[in-house]
């Protein structure tokens, strides 16, 4: 008895032993299963290699190294050892500050409620060092080192924003802040002369202006996005990655990937969402266009004459009545 049999008879009450003892549950000799997913092809059929091959070359300094992966305590943030600092009262709940905030402003009580949340919160950081400053700029009283803590908090949104694997235009790629150890920030300089404000989301129009006023046009403006902290991190995940993949494929005694090859099925991946993405929002938009099109069309119609009838209250059917039949192919109702 197959499975269809089975719920067949569970539905007309046959007995559970019964079908226990004959119901065949395991797959049939010679048996071949294969997993379809749906769109795959389409996306894949969207990207061509040569796209391929210039994303995996911007990665090819993963290949020369390997960095060990830190225990949960040595990382930049880690939520479950973050919770347990919390709740033991630890001084360290404040390391994920470091080197943003100078040093004597990571305890200020209001910046407890983002502890738990660490980078992720940057924006919020940067939210309260902007009301301190604005309450002292208000007393007339020094607001220097506020001031570089807002800065030090957008250098941070920064780079967490800049913590990404295989950013693609139209797909946001994968986070690997959980990939950064605490000892990686020693790369990190908060100096506002060498990174400078544009890359600086979590600053405003205010921001900056304090910042200029304070301390001069910065030299240059520089983005995080190719710091070491951001490349060791990648190349954690990716190695990390690779493993994880490679594991199963041991056990069942499958080829192993090489890092080369996970990264373009990865690349590819990534490529193939963006892509399909993009034809989703050209797709929408034309329909979007066709749209109002043909509502402009049926405006103009209604400036003149017109009649309204309820088809199905004049017991007329449609498809018998040829004039009707006209009516609707023309006004688009077949399409």
């Not at 226990?20 to 010679?30: D, H, K, S, W």
């Not at 709940?93 to 305890?107: I, Q």
């Not at 924006?123 to 309260?128: E, L, M, T, W």
């Not at 080829?255 to 399909?276: C, F, I």
């Amino acid at each position: 008895m197959g499975i269809l049999s089975g719920l067949i008879s569970i539905f007309t009450g046959e007995k559970q032993q019964q079908l226990e003892a004959t119901m065949n549950l395991g797959p049939a000799a010679g048996l071949i299963a294969t997993i379809d997913i749906p769109g795959e092809q389409e996306r894949e059929a969207l990207v061509s290699s040569e796209e391929i091959e210039a994303v995996v070359a911007s990665y090819a300094y993963v290949l020369d190294s390997k960095p060990a992966m830190p225990k949960a305590a040595g990382l930049w943030f880690d939520e479950s050892v973050q919770k347990r600092r919390l709740k033991d009262g630890s001084d360290k709940v404040t390391d994920w500050l470091t080197p943003f905030v100078p040093h004597h402003l990571v305890a200020s009580p209001g910046l407890n409620e983002h502890h738990l949340y660490g980078p992720n919160s940057s924006s919020g950081v940067a939210k309260f060092f902007r009301a301190r400053v604005r309450e002292l700029k208000k007393a007339k009283q020094d607001y220097e080192y506020e001031l570089l803590a807002l800065y030090g908090a957008a250098v941070m949104g920064s780079l967490f924003t800049a913590l990404k694997f295989c950013d693609v235009q139209g797909a946001y790629g994968h986070q690997v802040a959980a990939y950064v150890a605490i000892s990686d920030l020693a790369d990190i300089k908060v100096d506002y002369r060498q990174l400078g404000y544009h890359a600086m989301t979590d600053l405003g129009k205010t921001d900056v202006k304090w910042l200029i006023e304070s301390f001069g046009e910065p030299a240059e403006h520089q983005s995080l996005a190719n710091s070491n902290v951001v490349r060791k991190a990648v190349t954690r995940y990716c190695w990390s990655e690779l493993a994880n993949q490679n594991g199963p494929r041991k056990f069942l005694g499958m080829p192993e990937l090489t890092l080369p090859e996970w990264l373009r099925e990865q690349v590819k991946m990534y490529l193939g969402y963006a892509k399909e993405g993009q034809a989703r929002i050209v797709k929408v938009q034309e329909q979007q266009k066709a749209f109002e099109a043909n509502f402009k069309v049926m405006m103009k119609a209604l400036s003149g004459d017109f009649v309204i009838v309820d088809i199905e209250t004049t017991g007329l059917n449609v498809d018998q009545t040829r004039l009707l039949k006209s009516v609707r192919y023309w006004s688009g109702l077949d399409s």
